[in-house]
Each structure stands twice: as C-alpha cells, then as structure tokens.
C-alpha cells in the first residue's frame, strides 16, 4: 500500500491520498479509520460500505484529491446522497445521472459533482448552459474554501 496522507477532514468525513488513489471515508464507517483505510485503498480487497474510491484516471480532468475533496464537500454541504462508483462511469455530462439533492443544489454543486466525476469544464458548461469560466470559478472557489 502506497503512503496515504490526510488532505480534508469533515464532520461527515475524511479524504485520505496517496499517489494512486484517493478515499473518501464517511464519519459513520463501521470500523475505525485505520482499519478501513487499507482496505479502501486496496484494488483487491472489498472496498467498505459508504467508502468511495477515486483512482488515477488518465482522462479525468483534475486529479483524484481533488475529485474526491470536491466530493466530500458535497457530502458536508447537502442533504445525504448516495454516490454511487457505477454513475461515475458516465461517459458525458448529458448522460451522467446525479442525485436529485445535488441537482437541487444549483449550478455550483451541479458543477462540483460532475467535475467529481472527471468531466472537463467545457463539458459541464455546455451541458449546463452557462459559461466555462463560471464552471471553473466555482469549483476554484470550493477548493479555496477548504485548502
């Protein structure tokens, strides 16, 4: 297992980082932290439930600390969602499926969620009709807030 470090801690969790892949791990997690931070960074063992696993991703547009960061801010700020790894898979913003408690949010969750889910901000400025630039102060800003 590579070194992990802490970069976000929460009330509803934590994100924990390593060269390959980023945790999300949510307060309520039924073992303590570092029992469940190996086998959440694992490829091979079962990842716990409520754990969320963001890997490399060549094709993502920001790298996975701040995909997962961004995720967990979203976890903190809305009502509870459940993301799921299999919506991630999406291959465009138009086909994403995004809870309705993020939907809800307005235009800067929406944008924090589908750059969570690798998409450039191009892409989420088109398919939300608003400008690129709006897209990348937004997420700017939220990472601002908790660095």
Same mark, same amino acid.
């Given at each position: ?20 892949? #980023?945790?999300?791990?949510?307060? #309520? ?9 190996? !086998? ?9 439930? =409520? ?13 996975? %600390? ?25 291959? #465009? %913003? ?14 800067? %969750? ?6 969570? !889910?690798?998409?450039?901000?191009? !892409?989420?400025?088109?398919?939300? =009709? ?5 897209? #990348? ?11």
């Amino acid at each position: 297992m590579d070194a992990t470090e802490t970069i976000y801690e929460g009330e509803a969790g934590s994100v924990h980082s390593s060269a390959e892949v #980023s945790v999300y791990l949510p307060s #309520s997690l039924s073992m303590p932290v570092p029992k469940a931070l190996p !086998q959440a960074v694992s490829r091979s063992l079962e990842t716990p439930d =409520g754990v969320v696993r963001l890997a490399t991703e060549p094709e993502a547009a920001r790298s996975h %600390p701040i995909r997962a960061t961004l995720l967990a801010v979203l976890f903190e700020r809305l009502p509870a969602f459940r993301f799921r790894h299999s919506d991630a898979s999406a291959t #465009s %913003p138009e086909t994403a499926r995004v809870p309705v408690q993020v939907a809800a949010a307005g235009d800067r %969750p929406l944008a924090c969620y589908l750059a969570v !889910q690798g998409f450039r901000d191009a !892409q989420i400025a088109a398919v939300m =009709g608003i400008d690129e630039a709006t897209v #990348s102060e937004s997420i700017e800003d939220v990472m601002e807030r908790v660095g």
